[in-house]
């Protein structure tokens, strides 16, 4: 059974940083694009960031110079390293193939900016 588990959100002042893990069991992870979406209340889930299983990266407008994908193909593992976050980063964020798979969304993990 394939399970994605996200964790390392939280309340954090604008300009701070968190990094984002996201931890898939099964056998997706080695073939798949993988990507983190982010969902603000009231808004649709939208992609912010996606990584292809050799390193490739595609960053949304909003995130791009701030936010870092990566992955850990040994540890099936993917991060996002979130930098300078602002206000309107606050969402919760979810891991998924790209395109994701409706049957792998997750719990997800809540991001806060806020002073």
């Known amino acids: 059974q394939v399970q994605l588990v996200e964790s390392g959100g939280g309340l954090v002042q604008p300009g701070g940083s968190l990094r984002l893990s996201c931890v898939i069991s099964?056998?997706?992870?080695?073939?798949?694009?993988m990507g983190w979406y982010h969902q603000a209340p009231g808004k649709q889930r939208d992609l912010v960031a996606s990584?292809?299983?050799?390193?490739?990266?595609i960053y949304a407008d909003s995130v791009k110079g701030r936010f870092t994908i990566s992955r850990d193909n040994a540890e099936n593992t993917v991060f996002l390293q979130m930098n300078s976050l602002k206000p309107q980063d606050t969402a919760m964020y979810y891991c998924?193939?790209?395109?994701?798979?409706?049957?792998?969304w997750g719990q997800g993990t809540q991001v806060t900016v806020s002073s």
């Open positions: 990584i292809t299983i050799d390193g490739r990266t």
């Open positions: 998924n193939t790209v395109p994701a798979t409706r049957a792998y």
């Open positions: 099964g056998s997706i992870f080695s073939g798949w694009t």
